[in-house]
């Protein structure tokens, strides 16, 4: 497709399993990124990757986030051991590099930790 | 820290009146500015940019922002909105020294046009 797209779309999880969310970026799009958005809030950055380097991971909120782009394409966002307050929408956006250029957005996965 | 506010949470209007967004941010250095657009359920699209040069700014579907660096502030104007203008509008900040460019949100307004 043309666009980002995430999978699943939607994800019910109970407290302590373990998740892992998909993002394929745009072809081509050297950077890209995770955003996690509660609700009612705006999106909040997470981790950032260029190519298949994590170059910045400081917005994972704690050693439970993991994030892997291994092959400087497709990412995968795990979440181990899910906790209520880990229940959001969890972004993924692309881009050609980073700075000015615009990032592209996919529709989000909404996980939601019962 | 960086930090964007987007000063009215909620932004009721008529349809074909004009409207202002409000966006303020925090920082001493040069940054980059953004408007994005969520629709329910749809991840974000965006409207404008501002990197440099004209403080005018203007983007798809009729919109545009000023870029006041003395106030620090980066409103969104639309002079005659539609009902297909009700979203999610969220301002964004980025600092040029900022490896990768990740994006700075504010809390969002939502804007409800009515008939």
């Known amino acids: 497709g043309a666009g980002v797209s995430q999978s699943p779309r939607y994800k019910v999880a109970k407290r302590g399993q373990d998740v892992a969310l998909r993002c394929d970026p745009i072809?081509?799009?050297?950077?890209l990124f995770w955003y996690q958005q509660a609700l009612g809030q705006g999106p909040e950055f997470l981790t950032y990757?260029?190519?298949?380097?994590?170059?910045?991971k400081s917005g994972l909120p704690s050693d439970r986030f993991f994030a892997e782009r291994p092959e400087g394409s497709v990412s995968t966002l795990k979440i181990q051991r899910t906790q209520q307050e880990d229940s959001a929408v969890y972004l993924c956006?692309?881009?050609?590099?980073?700075?000015?250029?615009?990032?592209?957005f996919g529709p989000g996965t909404r996980l939601t930790v019962l | 820290a960086q930090s964007v506010t987007q000063l009215d949470s909620q932004v009721p209007v008529f349809e074909e009146a004009p409207v202002e967004l409000r966006c303020n941010y925090s920082?001493?250095?040069?940054?980059?500015l953004f408007w994005y657009v969520q629709y329910p359920n749809q991840g974000l699209q965006l409207l404008l940019k501002y990197l440099s040069g004209s403080t005018l700014v203007k983007g798809i579907n009729g919109f545009e922002a000023e870029f006041n660096k003395s106030q620090t502030s980066f409103h969104l104007r639309k002079p005659s909105v539609h009902i297909s203008d009700t979203a999610e509008y969220f301002c964004a900040v980025s600092d040029l020294g900022n490896q990768g460019g990740k994006l700075i949100f504010g809390q969002g307004t939502e804007l409800s046009v009515k008939p």
């Open positions: 072809s081509g799009h050297v950077s």
């Open positions: 956006a692309s881009s050609n590099s980073g700075g000015a250029y615009e990032q592209f």
């Open positions: 990757f260029q190519n298949e380097a994590q170059l910045d």
């Open positions: 920082s001493s250095v040069s940054v980059y």
